[in-house]
T-cell receptor, first 114, second 111 residues
Framework: EADIYQTPRYLVIGTGKKITLECSQT?????MYWYQQDPGMELHLIHY???????EKGDLSSESTVSRIRTEHFPLTLESARPSHTSQYLC?????????????FGEGSRLTVL | SQQGEEDPQALSIQEGENATMNCSYK?????LQWYRQNSGRGLVHLIL?????REKHSGRLRVTLDTSKKSSSLLITASRAADTASYFC???????????FGEGTQLTVNP
């Protein structure tokens, strides 16, 4: 069982609200990632971080932002949620430097914006 | 366009049968990984095969890699109803350490 946790698991909010999806891992991994996944579809990388104070945008453009102030914590924030943000958001981490090794995933946060 | 594409998109078999899923990719890789996702859950790593390896086994899983054809296959032998899930391949590319996932194969194993 991976030691990576996401909260909330499910969130239903109205348009225009600010939300933060939390992701924490206790494995001491330097690399962390946020993927967006619509039901039955592929995963798209939206943000990643290689360590504290390092964040980069992924392959899929996203209006969300992330921060990495502590190694174990990688929250994702939407300042003003819209129905188009409805999706599942998956957080992951990995240990190896250089070549990518195994990713450990959280259980996901399913966001519904009304 | 996607780095990894799985085939078939959906597969339905009976318990005890073997299930084969294929993955094709476009650029050179350091390694290729397979993940499993139960409905509504996160992904779980199954197996990693490096670019200099041709075949790898883990329990009932067998993965092959053909870098000349830029393709991989995942074989699940003696399938069980509990194997019902989506299976994704993921590649890293040689330029960096970010994984790109394919669209996945939805496997249904009927009891």
């Amino acid at each position: 069982e991976a030691d990576i946790y996401q909260t909330p698991r499910y969130l239903v909010i109205g348009t225009g609200k600010k939300i933060t999806l939390e992701c924490s891992q206790t494995m001491g991994h330097d690399k962390m990632y946020w993927y967006q996944q619509d039901p039955g579809m592929e995963l798209h990388l939206i943000h990643y971080s290689y360590g504290v104070n390092s964040t980069e945008k992924g392959d899929l453009s996203s209006e969300s932002t992330v921060s990495r102030i502590r190694t174990e914590h990688f929250p994702l924030t939407l300042e003003s949620a819209r129905p188009s943000h409805t999706s599942q958001y998956l957080c992951a981490s990995s240990a190896l430097t250089g070549i990518t090794g195994e990713l450990f995933f959280g259980e996901g946060s399913r966001l519904t914006v009304l | 366009s996607q780095q990894g594409e799985e085939d078939p998109q959906a597969l339905s078999i009976q318990e005890g049968e073997n299930a084969t899923m294929n993955c094709s990719y476009k650029t050179s890789i350091n390694n290729l990984q397979w993940y499993r996702q139960n409905s509504g859950r996160g992904l779980v790593h199954l197996i990693l095969i490096r670019s200099n390896e041709r075949e790898k086994h883990s329990g009932r899983l067998r993965v092959t890699l053909d870098t000349s054809k830029k393709s991989s296959s995942l074989l699940i032998t003696a399938s069980r109803a509990a194997d019902t899930a989506s299976y994704f391949c993921a590649t890293d590319g040689t330029s960096g350490s970010r994984l790109t996932f394919g669209e996945g194969t939805q496997l249904t194993v009927n009891p």
